[in-house]
């Protein structure tokens, strides 16, 4: 081959190369609007979640909420449940974070031993609490009712259910969150006829009494159903002269109708309950549960999703001055609970109020407490 035959291959071999680096990028270019146009995170949109503290039908209607909110504020939504506690907490978390999520609305499992995942929170995003606070943290706001406030007023509650006193026991799923610790506390208080104070703290494992009223014990679950169960149970068993059973998380009353439902004491035992999960509500209309306390789960994700989408837009005039956005609490009673039930269904848009939150505890409750202790461990 002569010279001047390299020097033309040369030349058509660069000219080849020249015209494939071009359609690569034009490719490349091609793929990465492709990408934006799936779903990729949008320059024009913000993208925000909302993460509860567990799986429940209260968490499915927040949901509902946080969902509304994204699709009138024209914001990206992520409604992230965690089934196994405080671990799955912070692994949905970072990942959000990963993902270059906007912001983050929480609630705290245990907000005296998460500041460091807070801290995160804050650090690479914008940090809200609801449902739950965790006040020493850098949050922008808290998003809910106030707790202490609201176990007053399912403390009322028992007093109507139970005019003469008697024996109590409490059910809740942890103590470590603090609308847990605050809603227990102001059962107890209002109970005790003591003044308010939200920073009071009873230490459970002690009865406490007075004249009237005498609290057995508060038990826990930790968002274990079939535990749950078996708590409410052990407590009738145990308990003869046991006269009311107050649930304080949404999960807790149902479990509770069902131990004293088999245990045959429907007439003996009175149900005091929190929250609005749709067998509690039945249970007013028949008469079984005598009332509830209710907060606004569906107010909790569309305000959520509201405050976080302006924060990221860099309107701080949403935060009020206290960085607290209390949405009060109701008392439900057969005087007023099909109208509640009515408004709620008319929220959520589905005439079955939790038929996706009870496909969700149905899944849970097919764990043992062996299984999830095998699965913490695995975690760890």
Excluded at 311 to 332: C, F, M, Q, T, Y
Aim: with cysteine.
């Amino acid at each position: 081959m002569t010279c001047r035959e390299l020097i033309r291959n040369g030349r058509f071999l660069a000219t080849l190369l020249s015209i494939s680096f071009l359609f690569a990028g034009c490719n490349q270019q091609k793929g990465n609007e492709s990408s934006d146009a799936t779903g990729s995170k949008s320059a024009e949109k913000n993208d925000v979640a909302f993460v509860t503290n567990g799986i429940a039908s209260f968490w499915v209607i927040a949901q509902k909420g946080a969902e509304k909110a994204g699709e009138d504020l024209d914001v990206n939504v992520e409604v992230r449940m965690p089934p196994k506690g405080v671990t799955d907490q912070k692994r949905m978390v970072q990942e959000l974070l990963a993902q270059g999520i906007d912001g983050i609305a929480i609630s705290p499992i245990d907000p005296d031993n998460q500041n460091d995942l807070l801290q995160e929170i804050a650090d690479n995003s914008i940090l809200v609490t609801q449902d739950s606070d965790a006040p020493e943290s850098p949050r922008q706001c808290y998003i809910g009712m106030d707790n202490y406030k609201a176990g007053r007023m399912c403390g009322e509650l028992v007093k109507e259910a139970l005019p003469d006193g008697g024996e109590i026991m409490l059910f809740v799923g942890r103590l470590g969150q603090a609308n847990a610790k605050l809603r227990r506390q102001g059962v107890i208080d209002e109970l005790m006829d003591r003044s308010h104070d939200n920073t009071r703290y009873d230490e459970p494992g002690k009865v406490i009494k007075n004249e009237k009223y005498t609290i057995l014990d508060t038990r826990l679950d930790d968002f274990d159903f079939p535990q749950a169960k078996a708590n409410a149970q052990d407590a009738i068993a145990n308990n003869p002269d046991l006269k009311g059973m107050v649930g304080l998380f949404a999960y807790n009353p149902p479990l509770c109708l069902e131990a004293i439902r088999d245990a045959g004491k429907l007439n003996e035992i009175k149900v005091i309950s929190f929250d609005e999960d749709e067998t509690s509500l039945q249970g007013i209309v028949d008469g079984t549960v005598e009332g509830t306390v209710v907060q606004n789960p569906y107010q909790y994700g569309y305000e959520s999703v509201r405050v976080l989408n302006a924060l990221a837009n860099g309107d701080k005039s949403v935060i009020p001055e206290n960085k607290i956005i209390h949405i009060p609490a109701r008392k439900i009673t057969k005087d007023n609970v099909k109208e509640f039930w009515a408004e709620l269904k008319s929220l959520i848009g589905d005439t079955d109020q939790t038929k996706n939150g009870k496909s969700e505890l149905e899944k849970t409750e097919t764990k043992t407490s062996t299984e999830k202790q095998k699965d913490a461990k695995a975690d760890e």
